[in-house]
């Protein structure tokens, strides 16, 4: 009786060295699409709040919600009378909570949306509870300590560098927006601790609590690729980031902290 011939253990490891090459080809390339999906879904999370902003808007003489009470110390804090007017506001579209909540956080830091940064309470467990949400918003009315004027000033130094064209602004008013298809409501979350080498945007901020973990979105290994900005005429683009053009919104509370939004130019 002839015996069948058995791979031998040189074969063998001939075959796992070709696998792990070809794993080692095509994970880049699954990575890179992976991303590029979760870019898309970020791009269309940004277009529903701005379509929920945007109904609100037409219904409260072209207002924006309110940033108001309870609006906590972070540029990714909401007030939850902010976030909850827009739900109201878009129940035409027939939400319902859960797939709301998606909206508010980018696909590319999931680990943001916890039920701690949905229904945050602030530091003393007391009054009105805010929305730690996965966005830059520029939203006027915020009531932050940091926030010493409305527009931005070009000279304000909590914002750097000097931003004109189009000046960077914090925002009440939807169609009423100058320079609407450049100027931001909302950008993709681009956070620091340092304005200088070496920078940690791939660490949460120092200042998250258990289950708030605040990092940037869109990483390419520790640096942002960029980020999806929403726009006043409804539209949602991408802007790469650069440290070198990319301006940066000082909390002047402890830890300090650094908000960036890429350049509309990038």
Same mark, same amino acid.
């Given at each position: ?28 390339? !699954? ?13 269309? @999370? ?13 219904? /409260? ?7 108001? !009470?309870?609006?906590? @110390? ?11 007017? =827009?739900w109201n506001a878009s129940q035409t579209l027939n %939400? ?9 956080y980018c696909p590319s830091n999931a680990r943001q @949306? ?29 009531? %932050? ?22 000046? !960077? ?15 931001? !409501?909302?950008?993709d979350e681009i956070s620091s601790s340092t304005i200088?080498?070496? /920078? ?19 990483? =390419? ?14 539209? =949602? ?21 650094? /908000?960036?939004?890429?350049?509309? @130019?990038?």
């Amino acid at each position: 009786m002839k015996r069948s011939r058995a791979f031998t253990l040189i074969e063998l490891l001939v075959v796992v060295a070709i696998i792990a090459l070809l794993i080692a080809i095509l994970l880049p390339s !699954l990575n890179r699409a992976r991303e590029s999906a979760k870019r898309t879904v970020c791009a269309t @999370n940004l277009k529903g709040q701005g379509a929920g902003v945007a109904i609100y808007a037409s219904q /409260f003489g072209d207002y924006l919600p309110v940033g108001g !009470l309870g609006t906590g @110390n972070w540029f990714h804090d909401q007030s939850v009378f902010y976030i909850d007017q =827009v739900w109201n506001a878009s129940q035409t579209l027939n %939400m319902g909570e859960d797939s709301f909540r998606r909206l508010w956080y980018c696909p590319s830091n999931a680990r943001q @949306n916890t039920d701690t940064a949905w229904r945050n309470p602030g530091g003393g467990g007391t009054g009105n509870i805010f929305r730690d949400i996965g966005y830059t918003y520029l939203n006027a009315g915020r009531q %932050m300590s940091q926030v010493t004027k409305d527009p931005i000033s070009t000279t304000d130094p909590l914002v750097t560098p000097t931003r004109i064209n189009p000046p !960077l602004v914090f925002h009440n008013k939807w169609s009423g927006t100058l320079f609407p298809s450049t100027s931001e !409501l909302a950008t993709d979350e681009i956070s620091s601790s340092t304005i200088a080498a070496p /920078f940690d945007f791939d660490v949460p901020l120092a200042a998250s609590t258990a289950g708030l973990q605040a990092a940037s979105s869109h990483l =390419v290994g520790s640096t942002p690729a960029g980020g999806n900005s929403l726009h006043f005429d409804g539209h =949602v683009s991408w802007h790469k980031f650069s440290v070198d053009t990319s301006n940066y919104l000082t909390i002047n509370v402890t830890p300090k902290t650094y /908000f960036w939004v890429p350049s509309p @130019n990038d």
